[in-house]
């Protein structure tokens, strides 16, 4: 009784807010009328938030795709698909408070492990709904190739992986480490198999 | 004129929004550039607010479900219907507000009465949408099966009759009574008919 | 080249936030472990933002019915009813700062005659957009009977009187000029032309 | 495999959003029980703040007419084509972070810079994903008329043009500054080819 349409709509509506909600951890201060210096000073201290916010924004962004590509192979739903993309949309609306942690708290390992926490459960939850519903051909049709279920399971993992090597360059530099989460909406989008003249199946 | 597609398309817009804003609760600290020390100290801090989170999540997650069921079934929509919608969503759209109330208080039994009291009113108001549509076949099909009509009343009461259980054991413990709210989704859950090979007229 | 369905539903999406953004104007106070008295005195505080915040989520929500109901006989649409909607969801997502304001200063006159501006200025507004749309059948079918244009611009009308009449009963009692908003919804749902059993031309 | 309707919906949602979140700009006092004199002031504070909501209010307005105006000559959707709509949602989405910046700043030119800057990415955003589909009928229909083409890049190159005036205007006056941003949607809808008999290809 689930319509994949339906579920997909919800979940659209969901990842939509989220990635939207991401410009409220800038905060503006509500002093009127101060000076010159106080707004560069603002701003140079801004500039760290900044990034956080357009990284964490791209890679929810990234998620979206992800997410769209799963549901193109979706033919029917089932109760543990359901489940799966709740927990998926738990990790994508919870992506703003850790944002807000290594903004506020930068030159903190901590912070951004949990940064790197919550965007491996973003990539694994994505991985999870994949699996659960290619596997057997649970919940795709059966004309879905091979390798278009192997690609999607490769580039949902490539989250995950990003997220533990920029846990393990975290000694190295905090500001490498963010960067290195920029790989994952690269290797999205560097699918030669994405390009418009490959035809309806492909991935 | 009322289109239920239309009503449900509007409803899970407002579930949609207040299941993400329930991350705004989650406060960060402005201040910048804090020590390790003091991160861990609010990380410890969080972990109450951040349960708390989950649970509600969790539970706005579990009605966004049974009013999708619930419109698997509506054929016709009434204005007594919509206004019902109505209240379920006044419902649903405050659950925000005694999550952070259950978060900031603690150890206050008050508290956590206001919480079970909106998450009764969110079932409750899910029991009076299905009755009203359910009774006498008002605005379902006369195909639906009745065991399918009771079915969805069984499982949207649980909602209320958990509510009162967890009240009940406050005195005891308030963590045992926050504990008990995930008896809601896994009651919805653990319907077996809910299973993909069980046809489409089952729940 | 406009498709009416494609405004109604980014009409529905700003809609469905406004009434959803309501909720953050109850603040939950940060500090966390206080006492029983102190929960007490807040709760006591909150009843008179959490009226205001009931008030206006059901006149939102009624301002969401009417505009469903208009667009119900919306054929075709140009760019001056484009105009028209923006004006329309700028009075809406308005809502919540005059809103915030008359909960904060609660014994004020000011406050209450912005509240009862802006949700004038909603009514007018939507009054506005099916006077354009129904004036010479301008965007509404042939086949929309006369009487149904009259309902309509009555019931769109009975919000600024309402605020008019809420504004000239200020300075007897504020309560009860808060009190009076409720009849913008009674008087839309008391239509006895919006019963099921009515046809589909009804309004 | 992307279709241009799910890509747009996801589109809508989020400068749905976008817009509506504007309002969260406006702070309310959470003093209660101030007295006359104080909300005065604070009205009078509000006025500048005001301004500027209703001035981004109507800019974000304004580019999801001409999102709305470019889907609907888009034919089929190619990856480059997803990327520049993300970058043109990081646009629409930011813009609440300047609005906040110039109602603090007021007297400050540097925050109407940084706003004339973000309204000016936002124009070039638009302007790039329809040159993007326009080039070569990349993935516009053949019968698209030229200058159907021509008119929607004119009116997109409104936005960085006004918002470069703007900047050049601001050692004059910061207000004009201000108010010379109306001069973009007063563009957009002073078409005359968007008028309802001109037929289904106009602009």
Redesign the interface.
Known sequence: ??KPE?LM??C?????????????????????????QQ??SF?R?SLHPLWG??VS??LV?TY??QH??IF?YID????TF??LN?LF??CV??V??PT??Q??????E??MV?YAATQAACGLSLMGIWWYAAHGRR?IGAEVPEPVVKSILRRTAVTPVVSLLAWAVLPVSADLSRLMFLAIPIAQ?SHRE???GSG????
Not at 25 to 33: K, Q, R
Not at 76 to 79: N, Q
């Open positions: 009784m689930y339906r709509a919800f659209d509506g969901v990842i939509a807010i989220a990635i939207t909600l991401l410009v409220l951890g800038l905060e503006v201060p509500s002093v009127h009328d101060m000076t010159d707004l560069l701003l201290e916010y357009v924004f791209i962004g979206w795709l769209y590509v193109h029917r739903v089932d109760r359901v489940a709740g949309l738990l609306s919870f703003p408070f807000g942690l903004s506020s708290f930068r030159h903190d901590l912070a949990i919940l989008f994405l390009e418009p309806e199946e492909s991935v």
